[in-house]
């Protein structure tokens, strides 16, 4: 069971928008620690998608934003292709646990 | 560019040791924390550990603490997450991550361990 939910899967359309939620608690992402988002494709190592909340790497289209309120935060992923078929993960700290990284459960996105 | 390169995968039996590696270049190696994080088969990832190369501070996830070691040589900019008696459970692929203050943005190639018993 992990210290942030996240829906096991979503799946849309190329071309739709899909959105993955990761809700926490006050002693994560309610605490304000930042959130931040990772891809994992098949068969490689996870990817940094989205940071502070809100923010992309540079060589992350726009496509992938990323929000926070309150207790949660929620990923959003707008005109779908197939290459985003992926696991994705948010990442936040716990302060009962000594300010240490957790993870969600990861989704799994499914373009139709 | 920011590097982060892990040893080989591993087939081992149960009861054995284990040490892998994650070598880090492109970067100053002691500026930044290192976290290993385990992904068993089919399942999510699951932190374990982070450890400070400067001078080893390190700190364990709850989950992982006295299973495993986690240590580091900066002189080698490298990192290490140890095991003494594996079990078949903790076959898996083991990432290694650099900490950053814009998350974790860079990770190793992984390190599958496949313990039979």
């Known amino acids: 069971q992990s210290v942030l939910t996240q829906p096991p899967s979503v799946s849309g359309a190329p071309g739709q928008r899909v959105t993955i939620s990761c809700t926490g608690s006050s002693s994560n992402i309610g605490a304000g620690y930042n959130v931040h988002w990772y891809q994992q494709l098949p068969g490689t190592a996870p990817k940094l998608l989205i940071y502070?909340?809100?923010n992309r790497p540079s060589g992350v289209p726009d496509r992938f934003s990323g929000s926070k309120s309150g207790t949660s935060a929620s990923l959003a992923i707008t005109g779908l292709q197939a290459e985003d078929e992926a696991d994705y993960y948010c990442?936040?700290?716990?302060?009962?646990?000594?300010?240490?990284?957790?993870f969600g459960g990861g989704t799994k996105l499914t373009v139709l | 560019e920011v590097q982060l390169v892990q040893s080989g995968a591993e087939v081992k039996k149960s009861g054995e040791s284990l040490k892998i590696s994650c070598k880090g270049s492109g970067y100053i190696f002691t500026s930044n924390w290192i976290g290993w994080v385990r992904q068993m088969p089919g399942k999510g990832l699951e932190w374990m550990g982070i450890i400070f190369p400067a001078d080893s501070d390190t700190i364990y996830s709850p989950s992982f603490q006295g299973q495993v070691t986690i240590s580091a040589d900066k002189s080698l900019s490298t990192a290490y997450l140890q095991w003494t008696r594996l079990r078949a459970s903790d076959t898996a692929i083991y990432y290694c991550a650099r900490r950053a203050a814009t998350g974790l943005d860079s990770w190793g190639q992984g390190t599958l361990v496949t313990v039979s018993s």
């Open positions: 502070a909340n809100s």
């Open positions: 990442q936040s700290y716990d302060s009962s646990l000594s300010g240490l990284e957790i």
